[in-house]
């Protein structure tokens, strides 16, 4: 069906689900002026926004718009988790062409929803609008963490270890490895369809001590530069100690991709949303004897020192790793 | 100045200003991944988006870069005035596009900015994205209202009368006669570029006693009948009662431009952002001697009956008013 036989009025009845995770934090949803919501005492307030635009953020040749709806909540909901927080409610604006069908628009917000649902969120509110350009589509999300206690970038402190949750490289591989139409890398594929925020692991870290933390989203190389700047430390990494799923590994390998090595996959990759962060030493003995079975690895340390990220290459050698970051002004960016 | 040649982190350190209206609510502003803001124990939660489209929303060869910012901040800070509340946190996305410079976005910026520091918003986060499109803003604004105080749009009640702030008309006006390029109706040109939300008096409004309060963002006959379905009632409205600003008179009578009556101008104009509502007569009795000053004018009558809008034409006749609400999916509707 066309979107402009639905109309707008008829789109939003459409995408307006009723069920909300957590009805009882909300006075009033979508449909007044603004959505009412209720926060708790003693609870600090987060917020992150996120926009993603068809052709730049996502290829709608490759993904289908379930998975597209579902990875922009998930990027949002990774931003809560990286403050050791819990997501709560959820705004969300489309753009939209006529280029695409309702279903598929509907897809989108299917994906959205489910994700959402995945993480306890509320979308209590939202905007439509008509774009002769390509499709844009804005996430804001709340969330909570307890007063004073949301884990900054700029804890890290010398004599902390370096952890990273889960394994990396995982979704740049899904992603290469469905470019290049290839078969099989199915875990690495459902990583870049639909990316699985530490929301979880990020609470527990919190609560066992992380000094700093950051969410994987633009590698780990971006990622660990900016805590080593806003905490004015050297990072160091061990490159054997990061975790890779054989997916990586083993696309790494076939020389079909953008890097020959998993660790540059790790450095360079992004979007695997897992967490990275530093914890004091004395805390990190402790987590590994009460979790020993969370997905948590101490991949690296860090000393006093010229703000910045510097690999172990061999006994007493170390290489400086700049910030690859992703600049969305840079032109022919198209990732 | 390009902005591919800025950079996204450039054209951030750029916009990204210290200067808070109200730092001692926010706990970690712009720089990580999210922001922290605290909340104040009794008061509800607003929360409102909108995203505005260039070529859809606005024509940039007709209005400067900086209102294009200050009427997207007015629009959502209408919102929050029109649950009477008080706005406090804001999150802004940019799309951008390589055909304005970077210039022209951070007057976009400056704009938003100076609505924001008017009314008390502290700019908290965003996000700064590429498109080959058309550019893109979106802004969800935060706000916050006495617990269960939240004026909506169901309480409107028989007996009531309809209210409204200022006077309507304006935006519309101030649009055609700039896009046909006359000289003169400068209040109305000005109410077009840099609306003035009724944050004080929606405030005002909802400690007097008001029933129901909209803003007038589609032209009262759109608000006036979410009132009315919303509430389930007639609303009846008095013509002869609206007030008016002699530049919509005169444009009206020049007969350049849509509408040949100002009556039309205040039904289907909109983005005026004055507030729209009603209140019980005991109140509206007492608000009058309490604030004869306030530019605020009964213009109409709640009666039970057909959910709807009617208008009173002589003694004894009314006829029906359907809502001309703004469908962003139909074709051709550039406004």
Redesign the interface.
Known sequence: ME??S????G?INRIKKAQLPHPETV??GI?????????I?GM??????????E???FDSSLLEPYWIGYRLAAANIS??A??G?EPS?A????????EHEVEWYTAVYEGLHACMQTYGVNL???????????V?L?V?L??Q?P??Q?V??QGAKPGDIVFVTGTLGNAQVGLESLQAGIDGYDFAKQVHKGPKPQVRLGQLLRQEGASS???VSDGLSSELNEIAK?SQVSLFLKPKDIPFHSDVRAWAKSGEGTYKSPLDYALYGGEDFQLVGTMPTASWQAWKKAHPQEPVRAIGYVKAGAPGLFIRLKEGQTRSLEAK?Y?????N?DK
């Not at 639905?6 to 009025?9: A, I, N, T, V």
């Open positions: 979107l402009a639905l109309g707008e009025f789109f006075a009033v449909g007044d002026d603004c959505a009412v919501y209720r926060t005492q600090d307030q987060l917020v992150t926004t996120d926009m993603m635009v052709g730049i953020h931003d809560i990286a403050m927080g409610q705004v969300v604006s489309l753009a939209a062409t006529m209590i509110g939202g905007d439509t609008v008509h774009t002769k350009g390509q844009a804005s804001t709340l969330g963490v007063r004073g949301a900054l970038r933390l950051n969410d806003a970051g600049n969305h002004f840079t032109r960016e």
